[in-house]
């Protein structure tokens, strides 16, 4: 079984000189490929700070953090933005651009990916947007979609093209039980489907069951490892 994320000896500090906080100590954490793992903890223990560096949305600064085969410890702006272009990522807020479509949000998703010509990227975000249950919302703006239907657009424009590696920010904080319940599963399908891996942050106890494994985060320190809900 190959290995998709390497954390070796992490530490992360925000602020400088006398302001300086350490936020993240000692990290250690290995996923494998196709590997569903969630984190939990409670608010301010850094359990998005390790998400953000997972995803090279910033820079690593002590230890080492290898994504997919790259070293993203000390990593220049140019090699983080091609490290992403690996990953899907979901944010709590769904983060949509409010002037574009649902099916135009999508194939931003593909923006990055310059081989992919734009019929390809047509076909592709709508079929994507049919397979979350969206296929009669392609032209919806937002502000015309329920939480859910959001979530489930963020969702699709993470996977369009493909990620070997899908980052997820409380995908479920602003939803419903039932609407939370169906847009995990529906991530957990796509995601086996890709035969992507998952690395997903929440304070939702009712998904952890679709986790392969569960770690815990508690004042920038992982203090468990379970195997999915057996030591829950």
């Known amino acids: 079984m190959t290995v998709a994320i390497t954390v070796q000896n992490l530490n992360h500090y925000f602020g400088q000189g006398q302001l300086q906080k350490q936020v993240l100590f000692d990290i250690n954490l290995e996923i494998n490929s196709g590997e569903i793992v969630i984190m939990t903890g409670p608010s301010g223990s850094g359990k998005t700070t390790l998400l953000t560096l997972v995803g090279g949305l910033r820079s690593a600064q002590s230890g ?6 790259q070293e993203l410890a000390g990593a220049t702006a140019k090699q983080l933005t091609e490290a992403r272009r690996h990953h899907g990522y979901i944010f709590q807020a769904h983060n949509l651009h409010s002037s574009l479509t649902a099916i135009q949000n999508v194939k931003m998703g593909l923006e990055l990916h ?3 010509s ?59 039980s039932k609407s939370g319940r169906d847009v995990v599963t ?18 939702d106890n009712r998904i952890l069951d679709v986790a392969d494994r569960i770690v815990n ?9 379970a195997l999915a809900l057996t030591e829950i």
Do not use: F, W
């Open 64 to 69: 080492s953090l290898n994504v997919l085969g």
């Open 114 to 116: 310059p081989a992919v």
């Open 217 to 225: 985060m508690e004042d920038g320190r992982l203090t468990k490892t």
């Open 118 to 176: 734009l019929t390809e990227i047509q076909t592709r975000a709508t079929d994507m947007l049919e397979q979350v249950g969206l296929g009669d919302h392609l032209h919806d703006y937002p502000d015309d979609l329920s939480g859910g239907q959001k979530q489930r657009v963020a969702i699709a424009r993470a996977l369009v093209s493909h990620p070997q590696l899908v980052l997820a920010d409380e995908p479920t904080a602003a939803l419903d």
């Open 186 to 203: 529906l991530m957990q399908t796509l995601a086996k489907e890709q035969g992507c891996t998952i690395l997903l942050v929440t304070h």
